[in-house]
């Protein structure tokens, strides 16, 4: 079971990371400066960019999705709890994962 104290340590992380996501989440979507007159290579580049980029804020979207389910979980008591089977999800994998929706079992499957 988990600590009071273990789940406000986990609260914190969590609040943190999130803050940190969304402030990455900012600066990849910030717009960009535009070049006058940009050569072809210079427009490849930034086509190339905008696909890295793209796909850096659908990942950050999707942690910063979990970061809140895990902080929802917190507030509605279940933080902790795999949302499988229900069985209780280590501290080391929380530590590892803060916002870990599985347990070890679950998880493999």
Same mark, same amino acid.
């Given at each position: 079971?988990?600590?009071?104290?273990? @789940?406000?340590?986990?609260?914190?992380?969590?609040?943190?990371?999130?803050?940190?996501?969304?402030?990455? @989440?900012?600066?990849?979507?910030?717009?960009?400066?535009?070049?006058?007159?940009?050569?072809?290579?210079?427009?490849?580049?930034?086509?190339?960019?905008? @696909?890295?980029?793209?796909?850096?804020?659908?990942?950050?979207?999707?942690?910063?999705?979990?970061?809140?389910?895990?902080?929802?979980?917190?507030?509605?008591?279940?933080?902790?709890? =795999?949302?499988? =089977?229900?069985?209780?999800?280590?501290?080391?994998?929380?530590?590892?994962?803060?916002?870990?929706?599985?347990?070890?079992? =679950?998880?493999?499957?």
């Amino acid at each position: 079971m988990l600590t009071q104290e273990f @789940i406000q340590q986990m609260k914190n992380r969590l609040e943190e990371e999130k803050k940190n996501v969304e402030n990455e @989440i900012n600066r990849l979507t910030a717009p960009e400066e535009t070049l006058d007159n940009p050569s072809d290579e210079d427009l490849a580049q930034d086509a190339a960019e905008d @696909i890295v980029s793209d796909s850096l804020v659908n990942i950050h979207r999707h942690i910063l999705e979990k970061i809140e389910n895990a902080l929802y979980r917190i507030k509605d008591g279940t933080y902790g709890r =795999c949302l499988i =089977c229900g069985a209780a999800i280590s501290q080391e994998a929380l530590l590892k994962e803060p916002w870990a929706e599985h347990c070890e079992v =679950c998880g493999k499957k």
